[in-house]
């Protein structure tokens, strides 16, 4: 009976991003996402209230960017893979 091993590698860039012990959730502007979809993306995985997504929605219209959530790297990777799978532009920084 043998036993296997998965071997997992990551960049030195991955190693170094996940010692900082704040990231930041940015979310970008796009020509694919409504404004409406936008703030409901926000007020339900993000819990934003009404008026907070869409003072967020303008920012990333106007600006190009927005950072909208801070927490460890897991954290916001989970976010990031949440709101990717609707369709929404983000990255960790």
Known sequence: ?????????????????SLKTVHRLI???DDINT???VIYCMMKYLDYN????EKIA???????????????????EVYRKILQQE???????
């Open 1 to 17: 009976m043998s036993t296997e091993t998965k071997e997992e590698t990551f960049t030195l860039e991955e190693i170094l991003t």
């Open 27 to 29: 979310l970008w502007n």
């Open 35 to 37: 404004f409406d979809h």
């Open 50 to 53: 009404e008026s907070q997504a």
């Open 58 to 76: 303008w920012k990333v219209h106007n600006e190009g960017k927005c950072p909208v959530l801070e927490g460890s790297f897991t954290e916001m």
């Open 87 to 93: 369709g929404l532009t983000v990255t960790v920084d």
